[in-house]
T-cell receptor, first 114, second 112 residues
Framework: DVKVTQSSRYLVKRTGEKVFLECVQD?????MFWYRQDPGLGLRLIYF???????EKGDIPEGYSVSREKKERFSLILESASTNQTSMYLC?????????????FGPGTRLTVT | QKEVEQDPGPLSVPEGAIVSLNCTYS??????FMWYRQYSRKGPELLMY????GNKEDGRFTAQVDKSSKYISLFIRDSQPSDSATYLC????????????FGTGTRLKVLA
């Protein structure tokens, strides 16, 4: 059974804190994605990685950075958390060879910044 | 104008009803069309995908793509309370980008 896991389901942080969100996939997928999901705005891509140490900015990268040191692990970093980063964060992975182009999602991390 | 428009609902239907969920889009380059189902407090999971135009059926679910109208639909027959979830459409060009464009999701509630 394929699996994408995220380090925390719920997280509460203070403004200005550095926040790490971890994502691990066990499917040997090349591609990994970080999205945020907000009501009325849908899923918006923050960053994408297509290989170890390779990354591309998505639509809303400001205030975020990422790290991919191992193929199975993709980390999202909020350098200095702000209240407007309160959101649901979803990690996903897939392989470019998949016919379905399916993305496999983790359960999400609901982050609250106070 | 958003690239993908989806009515957010909520949509409430009685058990056994036929449900129609829809998305419209503006980018004619989209070739892959997907429907994801997202239960409360869970990540989205792929329900169906279609390539280019046409219909695809899987059990109680049918996905339709009309590229001439830039309109996609998901039909659920004999809806069940377990179908209560948010349904997200997603689209992607055939090549040249890794980006998937998601609709905002339609919240569906099937009443027992």
């Amino acid at each position: 059974d394929v699996k994408v896991t995220q380090s925390s389901r719920y997280l509460v942080k203070r403004t200005g804190e550095k926040v790490f969100l971890e994502c691990v996939q066990d499917m040997d997928h090349e591609n990994m994605f970080w999205y945020r999901q907000d009501p009325g705005l849908g899923l918006r891509l923050i960053y994408f990685s297509y290989d170890v140490k390779m990354k591309e900015k998505g639509d809303i990268p400001e205030g975020y950075s990422v790290s991919r040191e191992k193929k199975e692990r993709f980390s999202l970093i909020l350098e200095s958390a702000s209240t407007n980063q309160t959101s649901m964060y979803l990690c996903a992975s897939n392989s470019p060879g998949l016919i379905s182009y399916e993305q496999y999602f983790g359960p999400g991390t609901r982050l609250t910044v106070t | 104008q958003k690239e993908v428009e989806q009515d957010p609902g909520p949509l409430s239907v009685p058990e056994g009803a036929i449900v129609s969920l829809n998305c419209t889009y503006s980018n004619s380059a989209f070739q892959y069309f997907m429907w994801y189902r997202q239960y409360s407090r869970k990540g989205p999971e792929l329900l169906m995908y279609t390539y280019s135009s046409g219909n695809k059926e899987d059990g109680r679910f049918t996905a339709q793509v009309d590229k001439s109208s830039k309109y996609i639909s998901l039909f659920i027959r004999d809806s069940q309370p377990s179908d209560s979830a948010t349904y997200l459409c997603a689209m992607k060009p055939l090549s040249g980008t890794y980006k998937y464009i998601f609709g905002t999701g339609t919240r569906l509630k099937v009443l027992a």
